[in-house]
């Protein structure tokens, strides 16, 4: 049989050589197609039809926070996907942010000549790399925020905002004609994107160097001032007020209610990521030779020119592309919200829906299908820009 | 401003006796003045105005440390001083913050961690309020370690484990000619070993289902697993996506990218309740069992992409002269590229295993309870409830000791084998 087969193929080069391939290929099929059958047969014997439809039907069940969306219990399905990937990209955007500041100082810090601050530094990384997030996440929810005050005797920012057990309560901004003030700093972007184009383009012409830095400065603080003055844009606050719900009861009303799982996620992702992204930065910094900051020193750079043309360009190259895939993880981290009930994609979609509805696959799969969208649009960018800033060697 | 503090000349060399003693002086009175200030609540400087009453510890501490600046002092250790802490005006101000935020943040932290805290009694009870109530962790103890397994059968998972440990240690000493047979015993035999140790139910062992299984013993027991099962899946993954068959290669990088692209938590949902409904009717997996096969598969995924570094840092020279002798592509890959490759992503695969461990406390949000699992599960008892600090910060300790000297140990084998090449 065996023997067959082999002088078959040895006859026929051309089928030899794919026949490997074939072979898989009939594997994978097989193992897709056993999975799709079982999947049939144990669906039918549930009653349960395979399809997206119950996206449509109304969810009936309430989310603790849903900002930009608007929700409740009489949505379908679809809406609350949405709130969740909103709370997902808005944990995402909060910790990327404060990784990015944390992991920045004290990836410099590391590298000061200072030794008590690289100590610090270095231990601060020691200590936070290796401890598993989840552990963190309780730490910060369940021991350091159920520690704060009651919402009665809350910790009170200037009058501003009160943090207490029931989370961060700050003044929410009540636009009219909100949307004017948002065209104008759009239009203020796009300008100072011409005014940079322009520079560039005079200094290689004519070596003139036009201050863009304050221009666009100006350009940035004018143009939504001037909407303030005759574009009809006005902006108050509503402050959040301490009201008595009941006899012992206390809560803020108004304003916005930064809920203790969102701080608490925040935190702990941004002080575990902002480990890696130290550890990213120090090594694009000390990627760049000396012999690059002495070489520009001596055809008579300035110190900042020297750190803006020269140091930095380079350090960035090593740095960017490892600090996306912090990034990266720092999102498909937000997944932890799941535990401490943070209203995710994951806890709104894979887990109370799912629960009601009984679909494991179709929600499952929607669930990995938008991580892995969000995963490859961010390594698509990624590979482009890479690209975009490799060395050019002629 | 210069000149009034140099009122008695620029700090120099030759001045050392009038400088350094006014120096140690004025910085030692900062330094007094945040201890007391910060641990017996007396303030010795509270004749200045209130708002400078803050700011006298530093600037007390600033004058101090600008006298003490004096550069080729002769005294070896002032001048290490100064280099280190105190080389110009903006470090001397950092160095200042930071010793006066750990005067008083270190001492509240050992009295709650281990002056103030409760060692000794049995109950709730015993414990005050002033400091941390190790009592909670005590009584704990072998909950946290080995879940719900009934404590009669608990010599099976300390052996199992002694086993591994002993194995693992035995491979750095033995012969290399026996190294061979202990590393396949290790990958092919000794799982099933303990599995069926731990596991139970024939050779007159107590059958104990995996649900009672937990604490830390199910982190190394997932982790140890996954590693092992994950080695080889991994290894076929990083070959596929480097042949040059269309079908093979697209395959692999689709695997890879699809494992790599979802977090783990998607994909242990995923064990729990959308791969049962793959499996035929009527076949029932144990959850252990397909959270494991979840996180292997996981796991290959990344373990492809370190491998895969060592493959591509291979020079092109093996694979031509492996093909000169003749060697087709499996004796090539199995006996001159691999072997090497291997070698090279080693703290790769440490990092990997580390990573890992780290993940594995994830498996709660399916329901089952590792370390973290437990602490949640106890800090719940109606009799030991409020201890939640006290459970993850032991939970961080430990887990830190692990990961910590792990990170060490891989970082120690990427300067081992850096120098090798």
Redesign the interface.
């Known amino acids: 049989m065996n023997l067959g087969i082999t002088t078959f193929l040895d006859k026929r080069p051309k089928i030899k050589k794919y026949f ?3 072979i ?2 009939l594997f ?1 099929i097989f193992i897709f197609g056993y ?1 799709t059958y ?2 049939q ?3 039918d ?1 549930r009653g349960i039809d395979f399809g997206l439809r119950f996206l449509g039907e109304e969810a009936s069940f309430d989310i603790s926070f849903t900002p930009f969306v608007e929700y409740d219990g009489t949505k379908p399905y679809a809406k609350a996907y949405l709130v969740g990937l909103v709370n997902t990209l808005i944990v995402a955007a909060i910790g990327i942010f404060f990784a990015t500041i944390l992991g920045v100082i004290i990836g410099i810090s590391r590298l ?6 690289s100590k ?1 530094s270095e231990w601060y990384i ?2 936070f ?8 996440l ?2 910060w929810y ?2 350091a925020l ?2 704060l005050p009651l919402p009665k005797e809350a910790i009170n920012f200037f009058d501003i905002a009160y943090l207490s057990i029931k989370g961060l309560y700050v003044p929410r901004f009540v636009w009219t004609n909100g949307s004017v003030f948002l065209f104008s700093i759009v239009a203020a972007i796009v300008a100072i994107f011409f005014v940079f184009k322009y520079t560039r383009i005079q200094q290689e012409k004519s070596g003139r160097r036009i201050p863009a830095f304050l221009i666009s400065l100006g350009i940035i603080i004018v143009l939504p001032l001037l909407t303030f003055l005759i574009g009809g844009v006005s902006l108050t606050f509503e402050h959040p007020e301490l009201k008595q719900l009941s006899k012992t009861i206390y809560n803020y009303i108004g304003g916005v209610a930064i809920i203790p799982e969102l701080m608490a996620l925040a935190a702990a992702l941004s002080l575990y990521t902002a480990t890696f992204i130290a550890e990213c930065v120090r090594a694009g910094i000390m990627g760049v030779t000396k012999g690059q900051k002495e070489a520009a020193a001596s055809i008579g750079l300035t110190p900042g020119q020297i750190l803006r043309l020269v140091v930095m360009p380079q350090a960035l190259r090593i740095i960017i592309p490892p600090t996306t895939n912090q990034y990266l993880n720092l999102t ?2 937000s ?2 919200a ?2 401490i009930a943070y209203p995710d994609l ?1 806890l709104v979609f ?1 887990g109370t829906a ?1 629960m009601q509805t009984g679909r ?2 179709e929600i ?2 929607i ?2 299908l938008t ?2 969208s969000i ?2 649009a961010i390594s698509i960018l990624m590979n482009w820009y890479n690209k975009k800033i490799a060395i050019k060697e002629k | 401003m210069i000149k009034i503090i140099n009122f008695l000349g620029t700090p120099s060399r030759e001045k050392f006796s009038l400088f350094v003693p006014i120096g140690i002086f004025l910085f030692s009175l900062g330094l007094i003045d945040v201890t007391l200030n910060s641990l017996f609540d007396v303030n010795i400087t509270s004749f200045f105005p209130r708002g400078l009453n803050y700011f006298t510890p530093l600037i007390f501490g600033f004058l101090g440390l600008y006298y003490l600046r004096i550069e080729f002092s002769g005294n070896k250790m002032l001048d290490k001083l100064n ?3 105190n ?1 110009n005006w903006f ?1 001397s101000i ?2 200042l913050l ?2 006066f935020v750990l005067i008083q943040n270190i001492p509240p932290l050992l009295n709650w961690l281990i002056i103030d805290a409760n060692f000794v009694g049995t109950t709730k009870k015993d414990c005050s309020d002033s400091g941390a109530c190790w009592i909670f962790i005590k009584i704990w103890f072998p909950r946290l370690m080995y879940g719900l397994y009934p404590n009669a059968e608990l010599w099976r998972i300390n052996t199992s484990f002694i086993m591994l440990i002993t194995l693992v240690v035995a491979l750095f000493y033995i012969p290399i000619k026996l190294k061979k047979y202990l590393i396949i015993f290790l990958i092919f035999v000794f799982p099933f070993i303990m599995f069926n140790l731990i596991h139970g139910g024939n050779f007159g062992l107590v059958w104990v289902e995996t649900t009672a299984w937990g604490g830390l013993s199910l982190t190394f027991i997932i982790s140890v697993f996954a590693l092992i099962l994950c080695f080889p899946i991994g290894m076929f993954l990083a070959l596929g996506r480097r042949s040059s ?4 290669r697209y ?1 692999s990088i689709g695997f890879i ?2 494992w ?8 242990l ?2 064990a729990s ?2 791969f ?6 009527g076949v029932y997996m144990d959850k252990l069992f397909r959270v494991i096969i979840a996180i292997t598969l996981f796991e290959a995924a990344y373990m492809a992409e370190v491998i895969r570094g060592g493959l591509q840092a291979l020079p092109r020279g093996q694979y031509d002269a492996a093909k000169s002798l003749g060697m087709g592509y499996w004796r090539l890959h199995l006996l001159v590229i691999l072997p090497q490759a291997l070698k090279l992503v080693i703290p790769g695969i440490a990092n990997t295993f580390l990573a890992l461990v ?5 498996i ?2 399916v329901g089952l309870l590792e370390l ?1 699992g437990m ?2 599960m106890a ?1 719940t008892n109606p009799d030991w409830l409020g201890f ?2 006290e459970g ?2 032991f ?2 300790i430990l ?2 000791i692990i ?2 000297n792990m ?1 060490r140990y891989s970082q120690r084998l990427e300067e081992k084998y850096k120098t090798d090449r």
């Open positions: 490997p391939q074939i898989t290929l994978i999975f079982n999947a047969v144990n669906m014997n000061s000549s200072n030794y008590l601050i610090i020691e200590i790399r290796n401890i598993p997030l989840l552990l963190q309780f730490f369940f021991a159920r520690a498909k981290n997944s932890l799941a535990a994951v894979a799912m494991a696959i499952i799969s669930t990995m991580y892995l995963s490859i | 280099i280190n802490i080389s470090n950092l160095t930071i010793i068959a269309p079908v093979t395959a990218e699809f790599r692209g979802v977090p783990l938590i998607t994909v949902f995923m309740v959308m049962p409904m793959f499996l035929p009717d780290k993940d594995t406390p994830l709660l949000v973290v602490i949640d800090k939640a600090t993850y910060v939970a961080g887990f830190w990961c910590f990170s």
